[in-house]
């Protein structure tokens, strides 16, 4: 079964600062790799989805790597800001479902 | 871009009593609903696979008789909790899978549920 993992579980970064928050995954059959925003009592925003075959996306401040081989996706986040504020999930399309990992709490520090 | 819908947003009810969350497509049709639960600081945990026109697939620990799916329609499926209990409370998200876009997932807005 498939089991993603998200290090670390909370981050605080000043303003400004340059971020990397990690994805990791035990099965590398996937078809797609997506990273979510998920602002407190809320849903979930899409913010970048990597096909299989793809490396990268970029949007924005905002990009997503995806290295199969290793099982491994980061998403950097440029020069953050306080709006950025929220857990970010990455999640992977299985043959018929989504596996999401345990999130990463961002607090952009003004 | 494909939109779906939950309502209601927030509810919060008596023990004892059944709650039904709908879950709605409102620009595609969705062949598949998924619904996932989110206990407070846990991620996403999926409940249960739905159909149009068929019995939802339960995932392993979630009791059938308890969260009633119907996906009665291309557009809709709804979520009962039966007998909500205080333990039941969280957060309920639905996402559907449009025909034909394979594995494509888009995700409702999320409903708060809040047992007393």
């Known amino acids: 079964k498939q089991e993603v993992t998200q290090i670390p579980a909370a981050l605080s970064v000043p303003e400004g600062e340059n971020l990397v928050l990690n994805c990791s995954f035990t099965?590398?059959?996937?078809?797609?790799l997506q990273w979510f925003r998920q602002d407190p009592g809320k849903g979930l925003t899409s913010l970048l989805l990597?096909?299989?075959?793809?490396r990268e996306q970029t949007s924005g401040r905002l990009n997503a790597s995806l290295d199969k081989s290793s099982g491994r996706s980061t998403l950097y986040i440029a020069a953050s800001q306080p709006g950025d504020s929220a857990t970010y999930l990455c999640a992977l399309t299985g043959a018929n479902n989504l596996f999401f990992g345990t999130g990463t709490r961002l607090t952009v520090i003004p | 871009g494909a939109v779906v819908s939950q309502h209601p947003s927030r509810v919060i009810c008596k023990s004892g009593t059944s709650v039904k969350i709908e879950c709605r497509s409102l620009?595609?049709?969705?062949?598949?609903m998924f619904w996932y639960r989110q206990f407070p600081k846990q991620s996403l945990m999926l409940m249960a696979t739905s159909n149009e026109g068929s019995k939802a697939t339960y995932e392993q620990g979630v009791e059938k008789d308890k969260f009633l799916i119907n996906h009665a329609s291309l557009t809709l499926s709804t979520l009962t909790v039966t007998s909500a209990h205080p333990e039941d409370s969280s957060f309920y998200i639905c996402?559907?899978?449009?025909?034909?876009?394979?594995?494509?997932?888009?995700f409702g807005p999320g409903t708060r549920l809040t047992v007393l």
């Open positions: 990597i096909q299989s075959s793809q």
């Open positions: 620009d595609f049709q969705a062949t598949t």
């Open positions: 996402s559907a899978r449009a025909s034909g876009v394979k594995n494509t997932q888009y």
């Open positions: 099965d590398s059959a996937i078809y797609n």
